[in-house]
């Protein structure tokens, strides 16, 4: 994600992200930027994570592990590793007063049969995160299936993903945008023409996925709070418009 874009993300992330609590799982953590965002004291000099008691992290690219254990310990977890999926990574949980951050080498693309053991083993979860994932993985709706099922009842999904257009009738569209800015329909149809190309280089990215509208359709929510967020400020902001919120699991 550039600099750009990542900063995009960050003002409608920060305000998801502060309602992590309890038992928390992040699917796709990458280097783990997110965590800084995460509740904290304020009394402290140095604040510390305030209210998540345990915190399980899935991510498949090991590239990423080394500057993730970095972020996580800035952010004031103790870092362990699951031993079935990073067999070779050395764990250094040692502090017992500061929550565990676990990072596990899997996916969720399995759906609920193929869940990595660890991330099964330490279900339900009060809150999962997701965040600029979905567009890249390889089966959307197993996934989301996957979330459902680790989800204790009344858990939430929090979650921010880059979408398809919507049409002029989509009512989550918020207030940042006037309608008529852009030529939906053609910037749609732009989606749809760059994603086999953009693919390949982007680790599987796809422009054109109705993420959004999936998780809206899916049983079993009790809630579904969902914003479009649509760009206009640039060319990539305007072939990736944001949905984000939360679902609530019955």
């Known amino acids: 994600m550039s600099e750009q874009s990542a900063e995009r993300v960050e003002e409608f992330r920060k305000p998801l992200w502060l309602q992590a609590h309890g038992n928390v799982l992040e699917v796709g953590i990458g280097h783990g930027e997110g965590l800084m965002l995460l509740p904290r004291t304020q009394s402290d000099e140095s604040p510390k994570v305030q209210g998540v ?100 009842p009344g858990g939430k999904y929090i979650f921010i993903e880059h979408v398809s257009h919507t049409d002029t009738a989509d009512t989550t569209v918020n207030a940042h945008y006037v309608p008529g800015s852009m030529n939906l329909a053609v910037w749609k149809m732009l989606q749809n023409v760059v994603t086999p190309v953009w693919k390949p280089f982007t680790g599987n990215c796809h422009m054109n996925r109705d993420t959004g509208k999936i998780i809206r359709e899916m049983d079993g929510w009790s809630n579904v709070e969902i914003t479009t967020h649509r760009g206009v400020e640039n060319p990539l902001a305007k072939l990736m418009p944001l949905v984000y919120g939360m679902a609530v699991k019955q």
Do not use: W
């Open 53 to 152: 008691t345990n915190y399980v992290a899935i991510e498949p690219n090991t590239f990423l592990h080394a500057k993730l254990v970095e972020n996580a310990a800035k952010a004031g977890f103790s870092v362990n590793f699951d031993a079935e999926t990073c067999p070779d990574a050395a764990s250094n949980a040692t502090d017992s007063e500061l929550p565990t951050l676990t990072i596990v080498n899997g996916t969720l693309d399995g759906g609920p049969n193929a869940i990595p053991s660890f991330v099964r083993d330490h279900a339900p979860y009060d809150c999962i995160l997701v965040s600029m994932v979905f567009c890249s993985v390889d089966d959307l709706r197993a996934n989301l299936q996957a979330i459902q099922h680790l989800l204790k």
